[in-house]
């Protein structure tokens, strides 16, 4: 079984700073990309980031230059590092990981359980 745990979250004022993190545990194998998305009230979830195994990164327009996406394989750990932060950022914050686990042919999608940012003006 694949989980995915988001720790914290929390209320920043605008152009502050948050870190997210979420561990991954289970049988899913090593190489897998994961990601961060999320939702707005009254909006559909959308991604903000990913990263490979490899450590290749990619970005919403929304976040560059922004977010920074990271991860520790040895931990099976993601971070987001959100800087300068804007009331438009505030939504919850969702885990995400694409690869293929124990049982499956096809990679699957997983995610943690969410995890509110609110950035106050």
């Known amino acids: 079984q694949v989980q995915l745990v988001e720790p914290g979250g929390g209320l920043v004022q605008a152009g502050g700073s948050l870190r997210l993190s979420c561990a991954l545990s289970g049988s899913i194998f090593s190489l897998n990309t994961m990601g961060w998305y999320r939702q707005a009230p009254g909006k559909q979830r959308e991604f903000a980031a990913s990263?490979?195994?490899?450590?290749?990164?990619n970005y919403a327009d929304s976040v560059k230059g922004r977010f920074t996406i990271s991860r520790d394989n040895a931990k099976n750990t993601v971070y987001l590092q959100m800087n300068s932060l804007k009331p438009e950022d505030t939504a919850v914050y969702y885990c995400?990981?694409?690869?293929?686990?124990?049982?499956?042919?096809?990679?699957?999608?997983?995610w943690g359980q969410g995890t509110q940012v609110t950035v106050s003006s």
């Open positions: 995400n990981v694409l690869g293929y686990s124990v049982g499956y042919s096809y990679p699957r999608d997983y």
């Open positions: 990263i490979t195994s490899g450590g290749s990164t």
